[in-house]
Nanobody, 123 residues
Framework: QRQLVESGGDLVQAGGSLRLSCSAS????????VGWFRQAPGKEREAVSC????????YNVDSVKGRFTASRDNAKNTVYLQMNSLKQEDTAVYFC????????????????WGQGTQVTVSS
C-alpha cells in the first residue's frame, strides 16, 4: 500500500529549528519531485518548498527563503524540510506531496499527499 508519512512536527520556541521528514512506503520516492505545503488555522494551504527527483532544482517561497531547506535521501526513501529561525507565522500543519515531472507551485498538480504534521511556534 502506497503511503506518505510526515513526522517531526513539534512545539518549538521562536528562533528554534525543526526538521520534518516525509517518508514513503510502497513506492520509490526518488522517482518524484516532492513538495512541502502548509496550512495555518483559518488560511488556505500554501506552497512552501519543493525539491526535484534528482535534487537538481528546488524552490522556497519568499517567506521561508534563507530559513527553510528541502533535501532528500533517496536511499532512505525520505525527503526532509529543515526549518531554522522559526517564526510564529510558521505555525501550521505541514504536508508533503509528490508530483510527476518537475516542481511547481500548483497544488492541483501534486497527485498524492501525506496526512500532515503539526508545527507550532511559540513566542
Amino acid at each position: 500500500q502506497r503511503q506518505l508519512v510526515e513526522s517531526g512536527g513539534d512545539l518549538v520556541q521562536a528562533g528554534g529549528s525543526l526538521r520534518l521528514s516525509c517518508s514513503a512506503s510502497g513506492f520509490t520516492l526518488g522517482e518524484y519531485a516532492v513538495g512541502w505545503f502548509r496550512q495555518a488555522p483559518g488560511k488556505e494551504r500554501e506552497a512552501v518548498s519543493c525539491i526535484s527527483s534528482h535534487d537538481t532544482s528546488s524552490y522556497n517561497v519568499d517567506s521561508v527563503k534563507g530559513r527553510f531547506t528541502a533535501s532528500r535521501d533517496n536511499a532512505k526513501n525520505t525527503v526532509y524540510l529543515q526549518m531554522n529561525s522559526l517564526k510564529q507565522e510558521d505555525t501550521a500543519v505541514y504536508f508533503c506531496a509528490i508530483i510527476d515531472g518537475g516542481c511547481t507551485r500548483r497544488q492541483e498538480s501534486f497527485k498524492f499527499w501525506g496526512q500532515g504534521t503539526q508545527v507550532t511556534v511559540s513566542s
